[in-house]
């Protein structure tokens, strides 16, 4: 849907709405394309080790929460 800069500011939420419900959103400048509104992607953290290196911890220890007894040995 192409929809005028204008109309865009006046109406975001309504716009933004649709673009969360899977919509592209073409807003436009003096009627040409400017911007996507589009849904957010998330993306999955990356967690396989790098070619050729053998990991030291755990796939799950690397990605789990830092705690109070960790932080002392940072700081």
Do not use: Y
């Not at 400048?29 to 849904?39: Q, R, S």
């Not at 993306?43 to 690397?62: M, Q, Y």
Request: one cysteine or more.
């Amino acid at each position: 849907m192409k929809v005028a800069v204008r109309d865009a500011k006046s109406k975001l939420s309504m716009f933004g709405d649709m673009a969360h419900n899977g919509e592209t959103i073409v807003i436009c400048k003096h009627g040409k394309p400017w911007f996507n509104l589009v849904p957010h992607a998330t993306t999955k953290r990356k967690t396989t080790a790098l070619k050729g290196v053998s990991p030291l911890i755990t796939e799950s220890d690397a990605i789990a929460p830092v705690t109070q007894e960790d932080v002392p040995g940072w700081i």
